[in-house]
C-alpha cells in the first residue's frame, strides 16, 4: 500500500490545500496551514472509485422521487428549555447535527446536561460521552442542576469507533459529544484535536446521524491559535452551528445561531449562569437596561434586532479631553470604523468637535452591535457626552445616519418600537420615513431628518 497521503488544512476556516504556505488561501489567516493525512473517503477512492464499488455492491442510495420522500418539518423534539429550543429554530430536528462552540468554561457542559436531562424527562433517550470529564464528574456536575438528569446515560470514551458501537447499540435519540476535540480514530494518524482527526470524526458522525436519525451535539472548544482545530473546522460539516458567549463578564450567556440548515441565523437565547445551572432569561432587554445609571451624560438605547428578536441595548460614550499625542478612538461591540465615520459626520454636519477628544464607545452587556440602526444612539451617546448633558431616560433612537448627516430609516420598525414600548420608553427618535402606520399605547414618535436636527431636539 502506498504511503499515506497528507494535505494541509487551515486550523481556522478548515479548508485544505495541497501544499503548505506561509498565508491560507480561503480565509487569508497567516500560519495556520497545518499538515494531516487526508480523510479516509479521500483515500478510500484510491481503490477503483466509490462508483465503481457501488455498481459492483449495488449498494448505496437510489433515487426517489421528492413527493415519496418521508418525514415532515414538523418532527421536532423539543427540551422545554425556551430559549434553547428557540435558538433551534422550535427544537431539535432528527437526524440533525450542532455543534456548539464557545470558550473553556463559557457552559458548554452545562448546557448540553441540562439538555439531555429535560430530553429524558420528555420521553427522548439520551447519551452523553464525555472525553474530558470522568462518569464521576459528570454526576457531581449534574446533581448540581435543577431537574434530574440521574436517567442521561454517560460514556465516558474517546475512541470514534467504540462510541458509534455503543450508541449503535444503546440507540439514543440523541447523542450528545463532549468535546469534539477529544475524540479520535485509530484509522489516521495524529493527536485527538488536530484539524484531520476532528474533521474525520465529525464526518463520521454526521453520517451516522443521517442514516440513522439520531440527532446529535457537538462540543466544540474555541482556541485562539495553538495546535487545536476550531469549531470553524467543522461549520461546513454540520447543519447547525450555536455559539456560546458570555456577555458582559457577568453570569449573562448568550446563545447565538450562526448558521442553520433548520431555522433563522442570527437568533440568539439568552441565559443567565446560577449555581443551579443555566437559567433562560425570558426578558433579555430587562437584562441587559437593568444596570443602566440614570442621569449621567454619554448614554441612549437603541431597540436592536438579534435575529427576529426585538432587544433594547444602552450604547455608552465617553469623550474626554486627550492628555497627549493623538487623541484615541476606541470602541467595544461597535465597529471602530463605522464609529471614525460617525464622529467625521458629526463634526461636519453637527458642529461638533472631537479633534482634541479621546472617544470611548462601549456597547453595554457584551452586545455587537452589527446593524446600522444603532447609530443614532451613537451619535446621540456621543453628543450627550461632549455636551454633558444626559439624555432623557425614557427615549429611544432607531436609525441608520448617513455621510449627510441624514437619519435614515431601518427595517422590522413595527417590533423595535413595540418593544421599546413594552419597556417603558415613551418617545422615539426616528428618520419620518420610519413612523410606522400604527404606533404601540404609549410611546409617540419624534421625527428627525438629520443628526443636528436630532441633536438640537434632545439637548436644546
Ligand atoms: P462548563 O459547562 O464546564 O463549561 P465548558 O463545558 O464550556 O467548558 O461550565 C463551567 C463553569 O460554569 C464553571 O466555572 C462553573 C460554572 N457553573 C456554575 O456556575 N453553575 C453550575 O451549576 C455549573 C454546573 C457550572
Ligand atoms: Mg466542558
Request: some cysteine; aromatic content about 6%.
Amino acid at each position: 500500500m502506498a504511503k499515506t497521503k497528507t494535505v494541509f488544512f487551515c486550523t481556522e476556516c478548515g479548508s485544505e490545500t495541497m501544499r503548505w504556505q506561509g498565508q491560507c488561501p480561503a480565509c487569508k489567516e497567516w500560519n495556520t496551514l497545518v499538515e494531516a493525512p487526508a480523510s479516509a473517503p479521500a483515500r478510500a477512492k484510491k481503490g477503483g472509485g466509490a462508483v465503481a464499488s457501488a455498481a459492483r455492491t449495488g449498494g448505496g442510495a437510489a433515487p426517489q422521487r421528492l413527493r415519496e420522500v418521508q418525514g415532515t418539518e414538523s418532527q421536532r423534539w423539543t427540551t422545554g428549555l425556551d430559549e434553547f429550543d428557540f435558538v433551534l429554530g422550535g427544537g431539535i430536528v432528527p437526524g440533525s447535527v450542532v455543534l456548539v462552540g464557545g470558550e473553556p468554561g463559557i457552559g458548554k457542559s452545562t448546557i448540553l446536561l441540562q439538555v439531555a436531562a429535560r430530553l429524558e424527562a420528555e420521553g427522548r433517550s439520551t447519551l452523553y460521552v464525555s472525553g474530558e470529564e470522568s462518569a464521576l464528574q459528570v454526576k457531581l456536575r449534574a446533581d448540581r442542576l435543577e431537574g434530574a438528569a440521574g436517567e442521561v446515560s454517560i460514556l465516558p470514551e474517546t475512541e470514534l469507533e467504540t462510541i458509534l458501537l455503543r450508541t449503535a447499540e444503546s440507540n439514543p435519540n440523541v447523542l450528545l459529544v463532549d468535546s469534539i476535540q477529544t475524540v479520535y480514530t485509530p484509522e489516521l494518524e495524529g493527536a485527538p484535536g488536530n484539524v484531520g482527526q476532528v474533521r474525520e470524526c465529525a464526518a463520521r458522525l454526521q453520517r451516522f446521524a443521517k442514516q440513522t436519525g439520531t440527532a446529535v451535539f457537538l462540543v466544540g472548544h474555541v482556541t485562539k491559535g495553538g495546535g487545536i482545530a476550531g469549531p470553524k473546522t467543522l461549520e461546513h460539516i454540520v447543519d447547525t452551528v450555536l455559539y456560546f458567549e458570555g456577555a458582559g463578564g457577568l453570569d449573562n450567556r448568550v446563545l447565538r445561531a450562526t448558521k442553520n440548515r433548520f431555522g433563522g441565523v442570527d437568533e440568539i437565547g439568552v441565559f443567565r449562569m446560577t449555581a443551579a445551572g443555566l437559567v433562560p432569561v425570558a426578558n433579555p432587554s430587562e437584562l441587559f437596561l437593568g444596570e443602566r445609571a440614570q442621569g449621567t451624560s454619554g448614554s441612549a438605547v437603541v431597540a436592536t434586532m438579534e435575529g427576529t428578536r426585538p432587544l433594547l441595548v444602552e450604547i455608552q460614550a465617553l469623550a474626554a479631553k486627550a492628555s497627549y499625542g493623538a487623541p484615541q478612538r476606541v470602541s467595544t461591540g461597535f465597529d471602530p470604523k463605522r464609529l471614525a465615520l460617525l464622529l467625521a459626520v458629526l463634526e461636519k454636519r453637527a458642529g461638533l468637535s472631537f479633534g482634541q477628544l479621546d472617544v470611548f464607545l462601549n456597547v453595554v452587556g457584551g452586545i455587537r452591535l452589527a446593524e446600522t440602526a444603532g447609530d443614532a444612539a451613537v451619535a446621540v451617546a456621543l453628543a450627550s457626552s461632549v455636551y454633558d448633558r444626559s439624555v432623557p431616560t425614557d427615549a429611544v433612537f432607531i436609525g441608520e445616519v448617513g455621510l449627510g448627516g441624514e437619519v435614515r430609516p431601518v427595517g422590522q420598525m413595527e417590533r423595535r418600537l413595540a418593544e421599546a414600548a413594552r419597556m417603558g420608553f415613551r418617545v422615539a427618535y426616528l428618520s419620518p420615513r420610519a413612523r410606522p402606520a400604527k404606533l404601540p399605547a404609549g410611546l409617540r414618535v419624534v421625527e428627525v431628518e438629520d443628526v443636528r436636527t436630532l441633536t438640537d431636539l434632545v439637548f436644546r
